[in-house]
T-cell receptor, first 116, second 115 residues
Framework: GNSVTQMEGPVTLSEEAFLTINCTYT??????LFWYVQYPGEGLQLLLK?????DKGSNKGFEATYRKETTSFHLEKGSVQVSDSAVYFC???????????????FGQGTILTVHP | NAGVTQTPKFQVLKTGQSMTLQCAQD?????MSWYRQDPGMGLRLIHY???????DQGEVPNGYNVSRSTTEDFPLRLLSAAPSQTSVYFC??????????????FGSGTRLTVV
């Protein structure tokens, strides 16, 4: 079946540090890949997405590139801010049969804390 | 405001009680789904629907029931609550099975405690 594995957390950084959160996946066919962010006490918001190999998703200074050869979709940001403190989820959209019915498979989430 | 609305935001149940978590969207999305979020486990799919009258089970369906009589509403029913169902529940919707341009839209969640 499909699965998503994220790097272990929590991650604690100082403001302006470089961020990488690793994400690898297992899926049949050609999944769409997502990063969602959850701020304290809120629901999930789409951060960025990519739908095919070598696509780069980007938003709010965050980037991730769809690497089919390494089945990865690592999240990066060059200079984090305190306001980036949140939980980050990597996810894919594809079911085991090779078609997609509006379902997402999530990684376990990575807690990011940024200190001033 | 367009989006996914979940009610209630918080609920405490006693073991064995039943209740319905409500989810409504006003974006005319065909695809809707329910997830539960537990610490260290990410979000896990409970049930999903690809349109009115069509539902199917996800990864963790036991103890939950759904129906989809309209495009807008997708309620989740707990038949006999158990402490293992203590969790945060999220409803999501999309116009496209792969998420489309804007991905999936999530509600703000229902925090359920079963005592």
């Amino acid at each position: 079946g499909n699965s998503v594995t994220q790097m272990e957390g929590p991650v604690t950084l100082s403001e302006e540090a470089f961020l990488t959160i690793n994400c690898t996946y297992t899926a049949t066919g050609y999944p769409s890949l997502f990063w969602y962010v959850q701020y304290p006490g809120e629901g999930l918001q789409l951060l960025l997405k990519a739908t095919k190999a070598d696509d780069k998703g980007s938003n709010k200074g965050f980037e991730a590139t769809y690497r089919k050869e390494t089945t990865s979709f690592h999240l990066e940001k060059g200079s984090v801010q305190v306001s980036d403190s949140a939980v980050y989820f990597c996810a894919l959209s594809r079911d085991a049969g090779g078609t997609s019915y509006g379902k997402l498979t999530f990684g376990q989430g990575t807690i990011l804390t940024v200190h001033p | 405001n367009a989006g996914v609305t979940q009610t209630p935001k918080f609920q405490v149940l006693k073991t064995g009680q039943s209740m319905t978590l409500q989810c409504a969207q006003d974006m005319n999305h065909e695809y809707m789904s329910w997830y539960r979020q537990d610490p260290g486990m990410g979000l896990r799919l409970i049930h999903y629907s690809v349109g009115a009258g069509i539902t199917d089970q996800g990864e963790v369906p036991n103890g939950y029931n759904v129906s989809r009589s309209t495009t807008e509403d997708f309620p989740l029913r707990l038949l006999s609550a158990a402490p293992s169902q203590t969790s945060v529940y999220f409803c999501a919707s999309s116009s496209n099975p792969t998420g489309g341009l804007y991905g999936y839209t999530f509600g703000s969640g229902t925090r359920l405690t079963v005592v």
